[in-house]
């Protein structure tokens, strides 16, 4: 079967004190759209089969959890027109197979998801949009899942 990819992010998350082996997860803007992984031996330069990690998921825009096992991504919800779709999902990867499971999502109240970030010490996320408020702050919980006691910055000023 062929697959195209978007490589719009790529995350990277190690399944072992050895920096040989890691795991890529792959945004796709397939139809439907998804999140693939594969493995990737940096000591040979090959990559393993690509697999779907969590399907119908539309995002482009993915960051890990620098301390747990946790994928988060940005991502624009399925909505009536014209309404805020933006929102982050938070997945618990598991480790040998690369396999999503949501933890649960938080709504930006915002469209167009630009860029998402997780602070060094994994208790807050950061996601810049396009277009409408600016930039959202999600706090997150020692489990890495994520609040819903989130915060807005509205931008202003023109381009």
Known sequence: MF?????????????SAQAE????FIA???KPSSIETCTFDSETGQFG?????VADVQTGFMALHPKLP???????EKVPR?????????????AETG???????VSTGDMGNTHIEVAANGQFL???????????????MPDGSLSRKISRQKHEGSR
């Open 49 to 53: 089969e690509v697999t779907t990690a």
């Open 99 to 105: 396999e999503l499971k949501q933890l649960g999502s």
């Open 21 to 24: 082996q890691q795991r890529l």
């Open 28 to 30: 796709s803007a397939g």
């Open 82 to 94: 014209g309404q805020m779709n933006g929102a982050v999902y938070a997945y618990r990867i598991n």
């Open 126 to 140: 950061a996601v810049c949009h396009y277009g409408g408020v600016g930039t959202t702050l999600v706090p997150l």
């Open 70 to 76: 946790i994928l988060y991504a940005a991502v624009a």
């Open 3 to 15: 697959r195209l990819f978007v490589l719009l992010t790529v995350a990277t998350w190690m399944t």
